[in-house]
């Protein structure tokens, strides 16, 4: 997708950082920029992300040093039911918070609670999953990348390594991008993908179903994690079953880049979750003090980009820092 400057400019940002203080890491801050003040608006973050989930914590990072770049207040909030994701967005909706950002892993849940704040006239963006749904629902913009072509990219790497049968593992049900994940690799690894249903909240027994199937299924020669504490989890099994599976993962976390270093991950699909939290507080202040729009009705796209053993020492450092 072709990038707007003010988007190329934003991106640039992000190459000088400061300091910001976040949840258990420490977040780097963009430079001040001379955008639009929102005059303290209060924008309220709401995904569904589990509370201490290391892809989250990027997210909340970047929100975080965005609002601290721009003096404006900003929560976040996560819960991975949408009963209970909708519930965060009808409390913002009542507090009247200046915008809202929000992850949409399941969209039918959510409609009716982001049908409420863009009829309250709050503006809302999306973020990370949901982008065929955004526009249709009212929000501004949708910020993210194409979870179709990113498994179609980490399909292409795979063949590439020899893998003819994947296991590709499935870690929340219901979350329409992680299946377009899978969807994705199956279109371009020219062999088998099987698909198999686990649970994020419980990685002892991710291990124990992956290293069963290896055990099982001997011709299962990939595997390909959507979540980074799952690819942790899917090394082990790997090891456990004696296996000589390849293993790829979607987004990062120290641990998986210290795998990437050491050889026993291929690569990791990064959606540069960082600018999923620091470009919707952008986008959100420029829209509030100079009805600014991003994107012109297309998403704008964080990624896919490609972590490998050739580049990952330099990620390394990075993700130290809570912004990788």
């Given at each position: 997708m072709r990038r707007t400057p003010i988007v190329l400019a934003l991106l640039g940002a992000?190459?000088?950082?400061?300091?910001s203080s976040s949840g258990g890491q420490s977040a780097q801050s963009p430079p001040a920029a001379s955008a639009p003040a929102a005059g303290g608006a209060g924008f309220a973050v709401i995904t569904h992300g589990a509370p201490g989930d290391s892809f989250w914590d990027v997210v909340k990072n970047g929100a975080?040093?965005?609002?601290?770049?721009?003096?404006?207040?900003?929560?976040?909030?996560?819960?991975?039911?949408?009963?209970?994701?909708?519930?965060?967005?009808?409390?913002?909706v009542s507090q009247k918070v200046d915008g809202i950002?929000?992850?949409?892993?399941?969209?039918?849940?959510?409609?009716?609670?982001i049908g409420k704040a863009v009829a309250a006239k709050i503006p809302v963006v999306t973020i990370n999953s949901g982008a065929d749904s955004s526009k249709a629902f009212g929000a501004i913009t949708h910020v993210g990348q194409s979870e179709d072509v990113a498994g179609r990219g980490a399909g292409e790497q795979l063949k590439a390594a020899g893998v003819t049968k994947l296991l590709c593992v499935i870690h929340e049900a219901g979350n329409v991008g992680l299946d377009q994940r899978c969807k994705g690799a199956e279109e371009t690894l020219g062999g088998t993908v099987e698909r198999l249903q686990a649970d994020v909240s419980n990685l002892a027994d991710v291990t124990s179903k992956?290293?069963?199937?290896?055990q099982s299924d001997q011709q299962v020669n990939g595997v390909l994690a959507l979540n980074p504490a799952v690819a942790v989890a899917a090394r082990d099994a790997i090891r456990d079953a004696g296996s000589q599976a390849k293993l790829a993962t979607f987004d990062l976390s120290a641990d998986v880049v210290t795998a990437i270093q050491d050889g026993e991950i291929l690569f990791a699909v990064d959606q540069q979750q960082y600018l999923q939290g620091y470009l919707p507080i952008t986008f959100l202040n420029l829209y509030k003090g100079n009805l600014n729009t991003v994107g012109g009705g297309l998403p704008v796209n964080t990624g896919p980009g490609f972590v490998t053993k050739d580049n990952a020492a330099q990620v390394a450092r990075l993700a130290e820092a809570g912004t990788r």
């Open positions: 992000l190459a000088l950082t400061g300091c975080e040093a965005a609002g601290e770049q721009y003096g404006v207040t900003v929560t976040y909030q996560g819960d991975g039911d949408p009963a209970k994701q909708s519930q965060l967005i009808d409390q913002a950002v929000v992850s949409m892993a399941n969209p039918d849940a959510l409609k009716e609670a992956v290293t069963a199937k290896l």
